[in-house]
């Protein structure tokens, strides 16, 4: 009765084993690489860095040209 038993959960671990790795391969082989987003977005969003950078850069040069109190 014992060895009937472990055959069983041997059985069982070995399906659950292929069911996941089953499952594994199709998510993998079902992804797929996101679209690029639009140059129009690119562009505005370096702007946008660009501008936060310079004002970044003004405000560290006026603090160096005031004197510490």
Sequence with gaps: MARRQQR???GVIVAMVVVIGGL???SCA???PADPPP????RGESDRFFDKLKQEERERA????KPAP
């Excluded at 140059?39 to 690119?42: D, P, T």
């Excluded at 006026?62 to 040209?65: D, P, Q, Y």
């Design 30 to 32: 079902s992804n797929r």
């Design 62 to 65: 006026r603090a160096a040209e």
């Design 39 to 42: 140059e129009q977005q690119i």
């Design 24 to 26: 594994s391969t199709l």
């Design 8 to 10: 069983l959960w041997n």
